[in-house]
Protein backbone atom coordinates (compact mmCIF):
# COMPACT_ATOMS: atom_id res chain seq x y z
CA UNK A 1 0.00 0.00 0.00
CA UNK A 2 1.67 3.39 -1.21
CA UNK A 3 1.50 6.38 1.16
CA UNK A 4 1.08 9.69 0.75
CA UNK A 5 1.65 12.98 2.90
CA UNK A 6 0.17 16.40 2.13
CA UNK A 7 0.27 19.56 3.53
CA UNK A 8 -1.70 22.57 3.51
CA UNK A 9 -1.34 26.61 3.23
CA UNK A 10 -3.66 29.22 3.25
CA UNK A 11 -7.20 29.64 4.38
CA UNK A 12 -9.87 27.27 5.73
CA UNK A 13 -11.01 26.18 2.36
CA UNK A 14 -7.82 24.52 1.51
CA UNK A 15 -7.59 23.13 4.29
CA UNK A 16 -11.59 21.52 3.83
CA UNK A 17 -10.18 20.93 0.48
CA UNK A 18 -7.45 18.59 1.65
CA UNK A 19 -10.04 16.67 3.96
CA UNK A 20 -11.47 15.96 0.67
CA UNK A 21 -8.46 14.87 -1.17
CA UNK A 22 -7.51 11.99 1.49
CA UNK A 23 -11.40 11.22 1.27
CA UNK A 24 -10.47 10.62 -2.52
CA UNK A 25 -7.36 8.52 -1.98
CA UNK A 26 -8.27 7.08 0.52
CA UNK A 27 -11.07 5.15 -1.33
CA UNK A 28 -8.28 4.34 -4.18
CA UNK A 29 -6.51 2.57 -1.58
CA UNK A 30 -3.46 4.41 -0.69
CA UNK A 31 -2.96 5.67 3.41
CA UNK A 32 -2.41 8.96 4.75
CA UNK A 33 0.68 9.61 6.90
CA UNK A 34 1.62 12.39 9.21
CA UNK A 35 5.67 12.14 8.09
CA UNK A 36 6.87 12.97 5.10
CA UNK A 37 9.74 11.09 5.35
CA UNK A 38 7.98 7.83 5.13
CA UNK A 39 5.59 8.84 2.81
CA UNK A 40 5.91 7.86 -0.79
CA UNK A 41 4.03 10.86 -2.41
CA UNK A 42 4.40 13.98 -0.82
CA UNK A 43 0.77 16.82 -2.06
CA UNK A 44 1.30 20.27 -1.07
CA UNK A 45 -1.90 22.02 -1.36
CA UNK A 46 -0.90 25.19 -1.90
CA UNK A 47 -2.17 29.24 -1.79
CA UNK A 48 -2.03 32.10 -4.28
CA UNK A 49 -3.03 35.02 -3.10
CA UNK A 50 -0.03 37.00 -2.16
CA UNK A 51 3.22 36.27 -3.66
CA UNK A 52 4.78 35.93 -0.50
CA UNK A 53 2.53 32.84 -0.16
CA UNK A 54 3.77 31.69 -2.51
CA UNK A 55 7.87 31.74 -2.37
CA UNK A 56 7.07 29.79 1.17
CA UNK A 57 6.12 26.75 -1.43
CA UNK A 58 9.13 27.44 -3.82
CA UNK A 59 11.27 27.35 -0.59
CA UNK A 60 9.65 23.80 0.68
CA UNK A 61 9.77 22.36 -2.64
CA UNK A 62 13.63 22.74 -2.65
CA UNK A 63 13.67 20.54 0.65
CA UNK A 64 11.40 17.78 -1.01
CA UNK A 65 13.97 18.04 -4.15
CA UNK A 66 17.06 17.51 -1.34
CA UNK A 67 15.04 14.48 0.08
CA UNK A 68 14.46 13.09 -3.81
CA UNK A 69 18.06 12.92 -4.28
CA UNK A 70 18.11 10.06 -1.63
CA UNK A 71 14.74 8.24 -2.52
CA UNK A 72 14.11 8.94 -6.38
CA UNK A 73 10.86 6.95 -6.51
CA UNK A 74 9.10 9.36 -4.26
CA UNK A 75 6.88 11.25 -6.09
CA UNK A 76 5.64 14.88 -5.13
CA UNK A 77 2.66 16.89 -6.61
CA UNK A 78 1.52 20.41 -6.23
CA UNK A 79 -2.13 20.64 -5.63
CA UNK A 80 -4.43 24.21 -5.22
CA UNK A 81 -4.23 27.83 -6.13
CA UNK A 82 -0.72 28.39 -6.86
CA UNK A 83 -1.16 25.29 -9.06
CA UNK A 84 -3.80 26.06 -10.90
CA UNK A 85 -2.46 30.07 -11.25
CA UNK A 86 0.74 28.33 -12.93
CA UNK A 87 -0.51 25.64 -14.70
CA UNK A 88 2.36 22.97 -16.56
CA UNK A 89 4.44 26.36 -16.68
CA UNK A 90 5.80 24.96 -13.37
CA UNK A 91 6.56 21.27 -14.26
CA UNK A 92 9.22 23.33 -16.32
CA UNK A 93 10.77 25.13 -13.70
CA UNK A 94 10.70 22.63 -10.94
CA UNK A 95 11.52 19.68 -11.99
CA UNK A 96 10.60 18.10 -8.65
CA UNK A 97 7.39 18.12 -9.23
CA UNK A 98 5.81 15.11 -11.01
CA UNK A 99 2.59 16.14 -11.48
CA UNK A 100 0.18 19.49 -10.87
CA UNK A 101 -3.79 19.72 -9.88
CA UNK A 102 -6.05 22.46 -9.79
CA UNK A 103 -8.89 23.04 -7.08
CA UNK A 104 -11.38 20.88 -9.00
CA UNK A 105 -9.15 18.39 -10.42
CA UNK A 106 -9.33 16.34 -7.58
CA UNK A 107 -11.08 13.61 -9.13
CA UNK A 108 -7.96 12.97 -11.49
CA UNK A 109 -5.55 12.77 -8.42
CA UNK A 110 -4.66 8.91 -8.29
CA UNK A 111 -4.15 8.72 -12.32
CA UNK A 112 -1.94 11.93 -11.92
CA UNK A 113 0.19 9.68 -9.33
CA UNK A 114 -0.17 6.50 -11.58
CA UNK A 115 1.56 8.37 -14.08
CA UNK A 116 3.96 9.92 -12.62
CA UNK A 117 4.79 6.13 -11.29
CA UNK A 118 5.53 5.36 -14.73
CA UNK A 119 7.60 8.71 -15.69
CA UNK A 120 4.90 10.68 -17.21
CA UNK A 121 4.25 14.03 -15.59
CA UNK A 122 1.39 16.18 -16.33
CA UNK A 123 -1.03 18.97 -15.01
CA UNK A 124 -4.65 18.62 -14.65
CA UNK A 125 -5.86 22.20 -14.34
CA UNK A 126 -9.19 22.22 -15.67
CA UNK A 127 -12.01 24.64 -13.75
CA UNK A 128 -15.66 23.22 -13.41
CA UNK A 129 -18.91 24.64 -13.20
CA UNK A 130 -20.36 22.16 -11.37
CA UNK A 131 -17.79 20.22 -9.35
CA UNK A 132 -18.90 20.50 -5.81
CA UNK A 133 -17.22 16.94 -4.05
CA UNK A 134 -20.81 17.18 -2.62
CA UNK A 135 -20.50 12.99 -2.42
CA UNK A 136 -17.22 12.97 -1.19
CA UNK A 137 -17.09 12.76 2.33
CA UNK A 138 -14.43 14.62 3.88
CA UNK A 139 -11.48 13.17 6.34
CA UNK A 140 -11.41 15.44 9.48
CA UNK A 141 -7.47 16.13 9.67
CA UNK A 142 -7.95 18.17 12.76
CA UNK A 143 -7.31 15.76 15.91
CA UNK A 144 -9.64 17.05 18.43
CA UNK A 145 -12.28 15.98 17.14
CA UNK A 146 -14.40 18.84 17.78
CA UNK A 147 -15.01 21.31 14.87
CA UNK A 148 -15.19 20.69 11.55
CA UNK A 149 -15.00 23.08 8.39
CA UNK A 150 -18.24 22.21 5.77
CA UNK A 151 -17.67 23.64 2.40
CA UNK A 152 -20.89 25.06 1.31
CA UNK A 153 -19.50 26.75 -1.96
CA UNK A 154 -16.43 26.97 -4.48
CA UNK A 155 -15.57 29.41 -6.43
CA UNK A 156 -16.10 33.69 -6.38
CA UNK A 157 -17.97 35.75 -8.88
CA UNK A 158 -16.71 38.59 -7.32
CA UNK A 159 -13.84 39.74 -9.21
CA UNK A 160 -12.50 42.55 -6.52
CA UNK A 161 -9.91 43.68 -8.91
CA UNK A 162 -6.81 42.95 -6.13
CA UNK A 163 -8.02 39.52 -6.04
CA UNK A 164 -6.66 36.09 -8.07
CA UNK A 165 -8.83 33.59 -6.25
CA UNK A 166 -11.87 33.95 -9.12
CA UNK A 167 -8.69 32.49 -11.50
CA UNK A 168 -7.77 30.01 -9.29
CA UNK A 169 -11.07 28.67 -7.74
CA UNK A 170 -12.72 29.31 -10.98
CA UNK A 171 -16.96 30.27 -10.96
CA UNK A 172 -19.42 30.63 -7.78
CA UNK A 173 -21.35 27.07 -7.55
CA UNK A 174 -23.52 26.19 -4.69
CA UNK A 175 -23.37 22.81 -3.30
CA UNK A 176 -27.03 20.89 -2.43
CA UNK A 177 -28.87 22.15 1.02
CA UNK A 178 -29.46 18.25 1.46
CA UNK A 179 -25.62 17.30 0.93
CA UNK A 180 -24.39 19.64 3.53
CA UNK A 181 -27.03 18.74 6.07
CA UNK A 182 -26.18 15.00 5.82
CA UNK A 183 -22.43 15.80 5.94
CA UNK A 184 -23.17 18.44 9.38
CA UNK A 185 -25.58 15.65 10.60
CA UNK A 186 -22.71 13.17 10.44
CA UNK A 187 -20.32 15.43 12.24
CA UNK A 188 -22.65 15.99 14.99
CA UNK A 189 -23.30 12.05 15.56
CA UNK A 190 -19.39 11.68 15.68
CA UNK A 191 -18.97 13.85 18.33
CA UNK A 192 -18.19 17.22 16.44
CA UNK A 193 -20.09 19.81 18.07
CA UNK A 194 -18.85 22.85 15.62
CA UNK A 195 -19.38 23.41 12.08
CA UNK A 196 -18.06 26.19 10.24
CA UNK A 197 -19.78 26.92 7.06
CA UNK A 198 -17.11 27.60 4.31
CA UNK A 199 -17.26 29.61 1.08
CA UNK A 200 -15.20 32.36 -0.82
CA UNK A 201 -18.72 34.35 -0.44
CA UNK A 202 -21.09 32.15 2.40
CA UNK A 203 -24.18 35.33 1.60
CA UNK A 204 -24.28 34.32 -1.92
CA UNK A 205 -24.91 30.44 -1.55
CA UNK A 206 -28.17 29.69 -3.49
CA UNK A 207 -29.19 26.54 -4.15
CA UNK A 208 -32.93 25.50 -5.55
CA UNK A 209 -35.37 28.07 -2.90
CA UNK A 210 -32.52 27.94 -0.19
CA UNK A 211 -30.43 31.03 0.36
CA UNK A 212 -27.71 31.54 2.99
CA UNK A 213 -29.68 32.16 5.49
CA UNK A 214 -32.39 29.51 5.23
CA UNK A 215 -29.67 27.52 4.68
CA UNK A 216 -27.70 28.87 8.07
CA UNK A 217 -31.05 28.01 10.00
CA UNK A 218 -31.37 24.62 8.51
CA UNK A 219 -28.14 23.91 9.83
CA UNK A 220 -28.62 25.77 13.38
CA UNK A 221 -32.46 23.70 14.11
CA UNK A 222 -30.02 19.87 13.50
CA UNK A 223 -29.28 20.29 17.70
CA UNK A 224 -28.89 22.81 20.02
CA UNK A 225 -25.91 21.46 21.36
CA UNK A 226 -23.90 22.36 17.55
CA UNK A 227 -22.71 25.60 16.97
CA UNK A 228 -22.62 27.14 13.76
CA UNK A 229 -20.03 29.63 12.05
CA UNK A 230 -19.51 30.77 8.45
CA UNK A 231 -16.56 32.38 6.80
CA UNK A 232 -16.75 34.64 4.91
CA UNK A 233 -19.07 37.06 4.44
CA UNK A 234 -19.77 40.04 1.77
CA UNK A 235 -20.56 43.48 2.84
CA UNK A 236 -22.67 43.84 -0.11
CA UNK A 237 -24.68 40.82 0.28
CA UNK A 238 -25.11 40.86 4.00
CA UNK A 239 -28.69 41.11 4.28
CA UNK A 240 -30.97 41.66 6.95
CA UNK A 241 -32.58 38.84 7.09
CA UNK A 242 -28.84 36.93 7.87
CA UNK A 243 -29.30 39.24 11.52
CA UNK A 244 -32.42 38.41 11.86
CA UNK A 245 -32.10 34.23 11.53
CA UNK A 246 -28.30 34.91 13.78
CA UNK A 247 -30.59 36.53 16.32
CA UNK A 248 -32.94 33.70 16.25
CA UNK A 249 -30.88 30.81 17.38
CA UNK A 250 -28.56 30.54 20.45
CA UNK A 251 -26.20 27.96 18.24
CA UNK A 252 -25.22 30.38 15.70
CA UNK A 253 -22.62 32.15 17.04
CA UNK A 254 -22.49 35.98 17.48
CA UNK A 255 -19.19 36.77 15.39
CA UNK A 256 -19.08 37.98 11.82
CA UNK A 257 -15.64 38.40 9.60
CA UNK A 258 -16.81 41.57 7.34
CA UNK A 259 -13.32 42.13 5.30
CA UNK A 260 -13.87 45.96 4.35
CA UNK A 261 -10.28 45.94 2.88
CA UNK A 262 -10.43 49.60 2.45
CA UNK A 263 -12.10 52.66 4.69
CA UNK A 264 -11.60 55.18 1.35
CA UNK A 265 -14.44 54.94 -1.23
CA UNK A 266 -12.27 56.02 -3.52
CA UNK A 267 -10.04 53.03 -2.81
CA UNK A 268 -13.45 50.75 -2.99
CA UNK A 269 -14.24 51.63 -5.91
CA UNK A 270 -10.98 50.71 -7.68
CA UNK A 271 -10.81 47.78 -5.75
CA UNK A 272 -14.34 46.57 -7.85
CA UNK A 273 -15.99 46.11 -4.06
CA UNK A 274 -19.27 47.29 -5.00
CA UNK A 275 -19.76 49.09 -1.53
CA UNK A 276 -18.95 52.60 -0.25
CA UNK A 277 -17.27 53.28 3.26
CA UNK A 278 -21.04 54.69 4.42
CA UNK A 279 -22.79 51.23 2.96
CA UNK A 280 -20.08 49.33 5.25
CA UNK A 281 -20.82 51.28 8.67
CA UNK A 282 -24.28 51.10 7.88
CA UNK A 283 -24.10 47.22 7.45
CA UNK A 284 -21.84 47.21 10.93
CA UNK A 285 -24.47 49.48 12.34
CA UNK A 286 -27.59 46.74 11.13
CA UNK A 287 -25.58 44.39 12.73
CA UNK A 288 -24.25 45.78 16.16
CA UNK A 289 -28.46 47.65 16.51
CA UNK A 290 -29.56 43.24 16.35
CA UNK A 291 -26.71 41.43 17.61
CA UNK A 292 -25.30 43.99 20.41
CA UNK A 293 -22.64 41.56 21.49
CA UNK A 294 -21.63 40.15 18.40
CA UNK A 295 -17.99 40.47 17.76
CA UNK A 296 -16.89 41.66 14.03
CA UNK A 297 -13.49 41.08 12.41
CA UNK A 298 -12.11 42.25 8.84
CA UNK A 299 -9.42 42.13 6.38
CA UNK A 300 -7.52 45.27 5.64
CA UNK A 301 -4.88 45.43 2.57
CA UNK A 302 -2.57 48.67 2.36
CA UNK A 303 -1.20 50.25 -0.31
CA UNK A 304 -3.39 48.82 -3.18
CA UNK A 305 -2.69 50.94 -6.25
CA UNK A 306 -3.04 54.97 -6.36
CA UNK A 307 -3.44 54.79 -1.82
CA UNK A 308 -2.24 58.19 -1.07
CA UNK A 309 -2.05 59.56 3.07
CA UNK A 310 -5.32 60.56 2.95
CA UNK A 311 -6.73 57.15 1.38
CA UNK A 312 -4.26 55.53 4.17
CA UNK A 313 -5.94 57.63 6.78
CA UNK A 314 -9.37 56.77 6.31
CA UNK A 315 -8.90 53.50 6.83
CA UNK A 316 -6.99 54.51 9.71
CA UNK A 317 -10.30 56.49 11.26
CA UNK A 318 -12.46 53.49 10.16
CA UNK A 319 -11.19 51.28 12.41
CA UNK A 320 -10.68 53.57 15.44
CA UNK A 321 -14.79 53.92 14.75
CA UNK A 322 -15.48 50.38 14.50
CA UNK A 323 -13.13 48.84 16.72
CA UNK A 324 -13.10 45.29 15.27
CA UNK A 325 -12.34 42.62 18.12
CA UNK A 326 -9.38 41.59 15.10
CA UNK A 327 -8.43 42.12 11.97
CA UNK A 328 -5.81 40.21 8.98
CA UNK A 329 -3.79 42.85 7.24
CA UNK A 330 -2.14 42.59 4.38
CA UNK A 331 0.44 44.31 2.25
CA UNK A 332 -0.65 44.77 -1.12
CA UNK A 333 0.66 42.18 -3.40
CA UNK A 334 0.57 42.35 -7.18
CA UNK A 335 -1.06 39.03 -8.77
CA UNK A 336 -0.39 38.17 -12.51
CA UNK A 337 -3.48 38.70 -14.72
CA UNK A 338 -6.16 39.83 -12.32
CA UNK A 339 -8.25 43.28 -12.94
CA UNK A 340 -5.29 45.67 -10.93
CA UNK A 341 -2.26 44.26 -12.53
CA UNK A 342 -3.61 44.52 -16.22
CA UNK A 343 -5.54 48.14 -15.45
CA UNK A 344 -3.50 49.66 -12.60
CA UNK A 345 0.15 50.71 -11.63
CA UNK A 346 1.37 49.13 -8.47
CA UNK A 347 2.65 52.63 -7.63
CA UNK A 348 2.54 52.35 -3.91
CA UNK A 349 6.12 51.80 -2.79
CA UNK A 350 7.32 49.18 -0.65
CA UNK A 351 8.64 51.05 1.80
CA UNK A 352 5.32 53.43 2.08
CA UNK A 353 3.19 49.78 2.03
CA UNK A 354 5.23 48.43 5.20
CA UNK A 355 4.84 52.14 7.17
CA UNK A 356 0.75 52.05 6.51
CA UNK A 357 1.22 48.49 7.47
CA UNK A 358 2.95 48.81 10.07
CA UNK A 359 0.93 51.85 11.40
CA UNK A 360 -2.11 49.72 10.68
CA UNK A 361 -1.32 46.79 13.10
CA UNK A 362 0.17 49.27 15.50
CA UNK A 363 -3.62 50.76 15.63
CA UNK A 364 -5.51 47.24 15.52
CA UNK A 365 -3.37 46.08 18.28
CA UNK A 366 -4.40 48.22 20.89
CA UNK A 367 -7.62 47.91 19.32
CA UNK A 368 -7.46 44.23 19.83
CA UNK A 369 -5.93 44.30 23.53
CA UNK A 370 -9.05 47.19 24.42
CA UNK A 371 -12.05 44.52 22.85
CA UNK A 372 -9.99 41.87 25.21
CA UNK A 373 -10.22 44.12 28.19
CA UNK A 374 -13.38 44.56 27.76
CA UNK A 375 -13.93 41.18 29.13
CA UNK A 376 -12.01 40.97 32.16
CA UNK A 377 -13.95 39.34 34.97
CA UNK A 378 -17.04 38.41 32.25
CA UNK A 379 -18.02 35.19 32.31
CA UNK A 380 -18.61 32.73 29.09
CA UNK A 381 -19.94 29.42 27.74
CA UNK A 382 -17.05 27.93 26.08
CA UNK A 383 -16.78 25.40 23.59
CA UNK A 384 -13.51 23.41 24.90
CA UNK A 385 -11.32 22.51 21.92
CA UNK A 386 -8.67 21.17 22.91
CA UNK A 387 -5.08 21.29 24.94
CA UNK A 388 -2.90 24.58 24.17
CA UNK A 389 0.15 24.26 22.32
CA UNK A 390 2.50 25.17 25.00
CA UNK A 391 1.32 22.55 27.63
CA UNK A 392 -1.09 19.49 27.71
CA UNK A 393 -2.61 20.70 31.42
CA UNK A 394 -3.92 23.95 29.73
CA UNK A 395 -6.87 23.66 27.74
CA UNK A 396 -8.81 25.90 25.09
CA UNK A 397 -11.70 26.53 23.76
CA UNK A 398 -13.97 29.26 22.26
CA UNK A 399 -16.95 31.59 23.54
CA UNK A 400 -19.68 32.79 20.74
CA UNK A 401 -17.44 35.53 19.61
CA UNK A 402 -14.90 33.39 18.61
CA UNK A 403 -12.01 34.37 21.01
CA UNK A 404 -9.62 31.96 22.61
CA UNK A 405 -9.97 31.39 26.42
CA UNK A 406 -6.88 29.38 28.27
CA UNK A 407 -7.33 27.65 31.38
CA UNK A 408 -6.39 24.59 33.41
CA UNK A 409 -8.86 21.47 33.40
CA UNK A 410 -8.46 17.57 32.79
CA UNK A 411 -8.26 16.92 29.26
CA UNK A 412 -11.53 15.04 29.58
CA UNK A 413 -14.16 17.82 28.73
CA UNK A 414 -12.47 18.56 25.44
CA UNK A 415 -15.58 18.91 23.66
CA UNK A 416 -18.06 19.79 26.26
CA UNK A 417 -19.38 23.20 26.81
CA UNK A 418 -18.49 24.93 30.07
CA UNK A 419 -18.34 28.34 31.73
CA UNK A 420 -15.53 29.72 31.96
CA UNK A 421 -14.52 33.26 33.79
CA UNK A 422 -11.43 35.52 32.45
CA UNK A 423 -9.35 36.93 35.04
CA UNK A 424 -6.70 38.25 32.84
CA UNK A 425 -5.71 38.45 29.23
CA UNK A 426 -3.08 39.61 26.29
CA UNK A 427 -3.76 41.57 23.30
CA UNK A 428 -4.11 37.69 21.63
CA UNK A 429 -5.68 35.50 23.94
CA UNK A 430 -7.78 35.09 27.39
CA UNK A 431 -7.02 33.24 30.29
CA UNK A 432 -9.36 32.27 32.45
CA UNK A 433 -10.61 29.97 35.51
CA UNK A 434 -13.76 27.37 34.85
CA UNK A 435 -16.48 27.92 37.42
CA UNK A 436 -18.06 24.70 38.77
N1 LIG B 1 -13.49 35.91 0.07
C1 LIG B 1 -12.28 35.29 0.43
C2 LIG B 1 -11.10 36.17 0.30
C3 LIG B 1 -9.92 35.39 0.01
S1 LIG B 1 -8.47 36.26 0.10
C4 LIG B 1 -12.36 34.61 1.76
O1 LIG B 1 -13.03 33.65 1.88
O2 LIG B 1 -11.72 35.02 2.74
C5 LIG B 1 -8.37 36.70 1.83
C6 LIG B 1 -7.91 38.10 2.05
O3 LIG B 1 -6.63 38.28 1.47
C7 LIG B 1 -8.77 39.17 1.38
O4 LIG B 1 -9.89 39.52 2.13
C8 LIG B 1 -7.81 40.30 1.23
O5 LIG B 1 -7.79 41.14 2.36
C9 LIG B 1 -6.46 39.63 1.11
N2 LIG B 1 -5.95 39.68 -0.28
C10 LIG B 1 -6.51 39.18 -1.38
N3 LIG B 1 -5.77 39.48 -2.48
C11 LIG B 1 -4.70 40.20 -2.03
C12 LIG B 1 -3.60 40.80 -2.68
N4 LIG B 1 -3.43 40.75 -3.98
N5 LIG B 1 -2.68 41.44 -1.89
C13 LIG B 1 -2.85 41.52 -0.55
N6 LIG B 1 -3.88 40.97 0.10
C14 LIG B 1 -4.81 40.32 -0.62
FE1 LIG C 1 -11.43 37.52 -3.85
FE2 LIG C 1 -13.28 39.37 -3.65
FE3 LIG C 1 -13.95 36.84 -4.18
S1 LIG C 1 -11.52 39.12 -2.30
S2 LIG C 1 -12.38 35.64 -3.23
S3 LIG C 1 -12.80 38.20 -5.49
S4 LIG C 1 -15.02 38.25 -2.78
Known amino acids: MKTFYIETYGCQMNVSDSELVVSLLKDKGYKHTDNYKNSDIILVNTCAVRAKAELRVKGKLTLYKNLKKSKPDLTVGLLGCMAQRTKDKLLEQEPVLDFIVGPDAYRDLHNLIEKA ?118 PQDFSNELIQIMASYKNICKSIHLPVQSGSTRILEKMRRGYSREWYLDRIKAIKETLPTCSISTDIIAGFCSETDEDHKETLSLLELLKFDSAFMFKYSERPNNYAQRNYIDDVTEETKSRRLSEIIELQSKLSYQSNEKDMGKTFEILVEGTSKRSEKRLFGRNTQNKVIIFDCDKKIIGKYVNVKVTSFTQATLLGEICS
Open 117 to 234: EIGQRAANVILSKEETYEDIAPVRLDKNGVSAFVSISRGCDNMCSFCIVPFTRGRERSRSDKSIIEEVKDAFAKGYREVTLLGQNVDKYYFEETNFAQLLQKVANIDEKLRVRFSTSY
